[in-house]
């Protein structure tokens, strides 16, 4: 891996805290197949180009262990030699990633957040760092951190759904690191303006900004999908690793140094009596919309 970081303790915590079933705050329950299999890596008919799909039903969300699972699965790409980029996709029909678990945050088990949090961080520095080229095939939505995983790749295809940050949404804002990407690839004004908003983009309007590369129909996704991987491995690894450094690196190290300070302070945020008021309202509004 290009930034090696360590994570051994929070991830180890996260092994001992794992539940795979369990009843949400507002009384829906969440059950799936385990987890080793929400996150599967195929071969493509170029040993060089591999495919990572998410296949976390209902909505890919990134719990302690779907992060944990997202970031396994990186590593052992990266750890056989012949695998030089990484197509990042989604098994679901409509969703990519609803970004984090919000069974995670609300009315959080006080001794896992941290956990968590770090199995979040980590899954960054996993792929925002890769030695990789990463392809994100976004096929559905990617609010939030489902956006996160988006930004984190070298180069978004996108075929329907929405994208961005919507935190303020939710009564919050995206930690910084995360907003920073968004600012990284779309521009100070432009983040400003639908960090504040909550906005979700579509894909034309995602294209227009910057935040995605290229719409593609939803039948070619996955050509398109190995087309452009073929072009980024035909870059020299060397070169494409120097730039990603140049381009990534800082804002990694940063995070890397402040790693323990980020955590706390998510959790105390987390813990406001307000911001967890907030997100029971989202959420349940979340889990009516349907009725
Ligand atoms: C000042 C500095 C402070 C620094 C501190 C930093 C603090 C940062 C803290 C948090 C950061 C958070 C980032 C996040 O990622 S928060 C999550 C944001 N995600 C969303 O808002 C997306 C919510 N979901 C949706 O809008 C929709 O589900 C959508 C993705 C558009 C798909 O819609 P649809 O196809 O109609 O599917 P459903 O809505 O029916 O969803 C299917 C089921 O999945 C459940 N679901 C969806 N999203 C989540 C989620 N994020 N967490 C948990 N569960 C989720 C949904 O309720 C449905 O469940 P069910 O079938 O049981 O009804």
Same mark, same amino acid.
């Given at each position: ?9 929070? #991830?180890?915590?996260? %092994? /001992? ?5 369990? $009843? &949400? @705050?507002?009384?829906?329950? =969440? *059950? ?44 052992? #790409?990266?750890?056989? %030699? /012949? ?5 990042? $996709? &989604? @098994?679901?029909?409509?969703? =990519? *990633? ?194």
């Amino acid at each position: 891996m290009m930034f090696q970081q360590s994570s051994r303790s929070l #991830l180890d915590a996260s %092994k /001992k805290s794992s539940s795979f079933r369990w $009843t &949400s @705050s507002v009384g829906r329950t =969440f *059950s799936s197949r385990s987890p080793q299999d929400w996150v599967t890596t195929e071969e493509t008919d170029d040993p060089s180009i591999a495919i990572l799909k998410m296949n976390r039903a209902p909505a890919n969300t990134l719990s302690l262990e779907m992060c944990t699972e997202i970031s396994k699965a990186i590593k052992e #790409l990266e750890s056989n %030699k /012949k695998t030089q980029a990484v197509i990042l $996709t &989604s @098994s679901l029909p409509t969703i =990519f *990633s609803a970004g984090l678990d919000l069974t995670e945050l609300h009315n959080p088990d006080k001794d896992r957040l941290p956990a968590f949090w770090g199995a979040f961080q980590q899954l960054y520095f996993d792929l925002y760092g890769s030695r990789l080229a990463t392809i994100g095939a976004i096929n559905g939505h990617a609010p939030a951190a489902g956006c996160m995983l988006a930004l984190s790749c070298d180069y978004r295809i996108m075929s329907k759904g929405n994208i961005g940050l919507n935190e303020s949404k939710l009564g919050i804002c995206a930690p910084p690191w995360l907003g920073q990407q968004f600012i990284d690839t779309i521009g100070l004004r432009k983040a400003e303006l639908a960090l504040n908003m909550g906005t979700l983009f579509d894909t034309k309007a995602a294209l227009d900004i910057g935040l995605i590369d290229e719409i593609v129909g939803e039948d070619d996704v996955m050509d398109v999908a190995k087309t452009r991987a073929s072009q980024w491995v035909a870059i020299p690894a060397p070169a494409r690793v120097a730039c990603k450094e140049l381009t990534r690196g800082r804002q990694l190290n940063e995070l890397k140094e402040n790693r323990k300070q980020d955590v706390d302070h998510f959790c105390s945020f987390v813990n406001q009596e307000a911001m967890q008021r907030n997100l029971g309202f989202y959420f349940e509004q979340l889990a009516k919309r349907k009725k």
